[in-house]
């Protein structure tokens, strides 16, 4: 049975000829014919973390490319980096790749860390919709969005639930946005179905 909070995200929404206009691709043709991400969707990338996080900055600097090049042609992107992997260096290697001039990439990617899941509350509940407002940015990523709740040992249940039931709406209300957030963790782990749609991403094994 679906939860409260997956209930929460998977509200279905009508969209215009424009926001399919306004669709980020990854650039990889495997997902681009089976997923197209568009402004108000979230997404959930589950994995160990040097993968998610190459997937992560591929779709931050696709997103600043014009609608003809699979990007959305976007002014500001926001990053709210809650396990510390952010990699400015990975943006500028693939500005490079599409030909875009670094400086104006990095010049485009706003980023804040946290360091607790009490920053990381409160960021989102309180200082994301300022920002918003004040960047009006096309896609907003949040690395590392649960685990910080999973790794923290003396956290318990009830104030786990409390805090995700605040967070979940909060990232509801946030409109004309792509939503992308990262987790090392599956919904097993995660306890709560917090993503509606995930890529999951392993690691190839290697077989002597």
């Given at each position: 049975m679906k939860s ?11 969209r215009t000829a ?24 979230i997404i959930g ?164």
């Open positions: 409260q909070f997956q209930h929460a995200l998977e509200v279905p929404q009508f424009l926001d399919y206009r306004r669709r980020l691709t990854f650039g990889i043709d495997k997902l681009d014919s089976i997923l197209q991400l568009h402004l108000d969707d990338i589950v994995g160990e973390t040097r993968y998610t996080n190459a997937l992560l900055t591929r779709l931050i600097v696709r997103s600043l490319l014009p609608h003809r090049h699979g990007g959305m042609d976007a002014k500001k992107v926001m990053v709210i980096d809650a396990d510390n992997s952010s990699n400015p260096y990975l943006c500028v290697d693939f500005a490079r790749q599409y030909r875009m001039h670094p400086r104006t990439v990095l010049n485009k990617v706003l980023v804040t860390r946290q360091f607790t899941i009490y920053q990381l509350t409160h960021t989102i509940l309180y200082d994301l919709p300022k920002r918003v407002h004040l960047h009006r940015p096309s896609v907003i990523v949040i690395s590392g969005l649960t685990d910080q709740f999973l790794q923290e040992p003396n956290i318990h249940i009830n104030e786990f639930g409390n805090l995700i039931s605040q967070i979940v709406p909060a990232l509801r209300r946030i409109k004309d946005v792509l939503l992308i957030l990262s987790s090392r963790f599956g919904d097993e782990e995660m306890m709560v179905p917090t993503f509606p749609r995930i890529i999951e991403i392993r690691a190839k094994k290697e077989f002597d």
